[in-house]
């Protein structure tokens, strides 16, 4: 069964930065998304299987890296330069088919329980 752990969330001020974490119990293609409070869930950043494409929301381009460490079969997020509207509950999802991160929530099969990450202004 596929399991997938986030953790590494928290309250942080504007401007601070934090790591959020993703455990998969196998190596997938990866991606993050996150939900406001009366919002969609939207996409934020990806990764491929192999960890040498990436993709980002052009709202956290420049401020947010992802990364991924094929021993652990962990994705990472760090996010730097957080800002108030950056608060949101962040889900990594995982595409059993496919070695490319996708953009689209449609395309990823498994998600995590989720993260909260608040931005104080």
């Known amino acids: 069964q596929v399991q997938l752990a986030e953790s590494g969330g928290g309250l942080v001020q504007a401007g601070g930065s934090l790591r959020l974490s993703c455990a998969a119990s196998?190596?997938?293609?990866m991606g993050w998304f996150r939900q406001a409070p009366g919002k969609e869930r939207e996409f934020v950043a990806a990764?491929?299987?192999?960890?040498?494409?990436?993709y980002y929301a052009d709202s956290v381009k420049g401020r947010f890296t992802i990364s991924r460490d094929n021993a652990k079969n962990t994705v990472y997020l760090q996010m730097n330069s957080l800002r108030p509207e950056d608060t949101a509950v962040y889900y990594c999802?995982?595409?059993?088919?496919?070695?490319?991160?996708?953009?689209?929530?449609?395309?990823?099969?498994?998600w995590g329980q989720g993260t909260q990450v608040t931005v104080s202004s």
């Open positions: 999802g995982a595409r059993e088919a496919g070695y490319t991160g996708s953009y689209y929530l449609r395309d990823y099969d498994y």
């Open positions: 196998k190596r997938f293609a």
């Open positions: 990764i491929s299987w192999s960890d040498s494409s990436t």
